[in-house]
Nanobody
Framework: QVRLVESGGGLVQAGDSLGLSCVLS????????MAWFRQVPGKEREFVGR????????DYIDAVKGRFTIARDNTKNTMYLQMNSLKPEDTAVYYC???????????????????WGQGTQVTVSS
């Protein structure tokens, strides 16, 4: 059974940094893509960035490029999201997600990922 568990959310001030973790277990193949999404009430879940587990190739939405970094630790089966220079508009519930395969989907939306964590709240005050 695939399981993803996020941690690290909290309340910070604008300009601060915060790191999230996502521990992955239960995947039976070692070729997969992991991603971070975020969601605010009343809006669609938004793709933030992704990483291909095999080679660490990553990509981000423009709104977080240069501020957010996704990394992974193979030995700990953990994906990280380091968020710097946080803004109030980064406030959301952050979710990690996973899918098998190495080809990045053309459409990076929630339908492309079958496995999800429970989410962790990030609140950035102005």
């Amino acid at each position: 059974q695939v399981r993803l568990v996020e941690s690290g959310g909290g309340l910070v001030q604008a300009g601060d940094s915060l790191g999230l973790s996502c521990v992955l277990s239960g995947l039976t193949y070692n070729t997969y893509i992991m991603a971070w999404f975020r969601q605010v009430p009343g809006k669609e879940r938004e793709f933030v960035g992704r990483i291909r587990w095999s080679d660490g190739n990553s990509d981000y939405i423009d709104a977080v490029k240069g501020r957010f970094t996704i990394a992974r630790d193979n030995t700990k089966n953990t994906m990280y999201l380091q968020m710097n220079s946080l803004k109030p508009e980064d406030t959301a519930v952050y979710y990690c997600a996973a899918r098998y395969g190495s080809v990045v989907p053309l459409q990076m939306d929630r339908n492309a990922f079958p496995y999800w964590g429970q989410g962790t709240q990030v609140t950035v005050s102005s």
